[in-house]
């Protein structure tokens, strides 16, 4: 069964750190790009980042754009987040999700929520 | 970056009723790159369609994709009360990725 499994959310206070990462199973890993998508409660859905399939090409919206760091890594089928200089906007529930070989995310997490607040 | 509008914003119709739902792009989707996804709450996204208008794997063919360049369209010909959920659509045509705002769909 393909399958992908966030971890790391949390409370911190503004201004933290918080490391996020996904496992995924059932499927190569290193054959796709990986994804983080955000949903602030009651919110529609927010792409954050991709991450090619070797990880040498990242992108990321502007909004968490030198604050947040998308990584992989492929031995251990693992797909991580690093934020930083966390603020209240950044408040979520983040997915992983794998982007299909013909386009968008197919394959999706159940999510990890970030808290942020004093 | 590419605004995606979804409308309406909530659409209220009984079972066996047609939905269609619209998504406007502020310019041309690249390649008609357009993805549209269910997500029942509590639930993570489903992926519906890609390229607009192919469907994703184990998606009822009551669901249709269609349309290009800025306008698209989802409709569901036949609803079923397991139909009630947000529909978002996504463009992955450019950087950053967009989503519309989702529009609820309610069954009456």
């Known amino acids: 069964e393909v399958q992908l499994v966030e971890s790391g959310g949390g409370w911190v206070q503004p201004g933290g750190s918080l490391r996020l990462s996904c496992a995924g199973s059932g499927f190569t890993f290193s054959n796709y790009w990986m994804s983080w998508v955000r949903q602030a409660p009651g919110k529609g859905l927010e792409w954050v980042a991709n991450?090619?399939?070797?990880?040498?090409?990242?992108y990321y919206v502007d909004s968490v754009k030198g604050r947040f760091t998308i990584s992989r890594d492929n031995a251990k089928n693992s797909l991580h987040l690093q934020m930083s200089s966390l603020r209240a906007d950044d408040t979520a529930l983040y997915y992983c999700?794998?982007?299909?070989?013909?386009?968008?995310?197919?394959?999706w997490g159940q999510g990890t929520t970030v808290t942020v607040s004093s | 970056e590419i605004v995606l509008m979804q409308s309406p914003g909530t659409l209220s119709l009984s079972p066996g009723e047609r939905a269609t739902l619209s998504c406007r792009a502020s310019q041309s989707v690249n390649g008609d790159y357009l993805a549209w996804y269910q997500q029942k709450p509590g639930r993570a996204p489903r992926l519906l369609f890609y390229g607009a208008s192919i469907r994703a794997t184990g998606i009822p063919d009551s669901f249709s994709g269609s349309g290009s360049g800025t306008d698209f369209t989802l409709t569901i010909s036949r609803l079923e009360p397991e139909d009630s959920a947000v529909y978002y659509c996504?463009?992955?045509?450019?950087?950053?990725?967009?989503f519309g705002q989702g529009t609820k769909v309610e069954i009456k």
């Open positions: 996504q463009q992955y045509g450019s950087s950053p990725w967009t």
């Open positions: 999700a794998r982007v299909g070989q013909v386009g968008p995310q197919d394959v």
């Open positions: 991450i090619e399939r070797d990880g040498g090409g990242k």
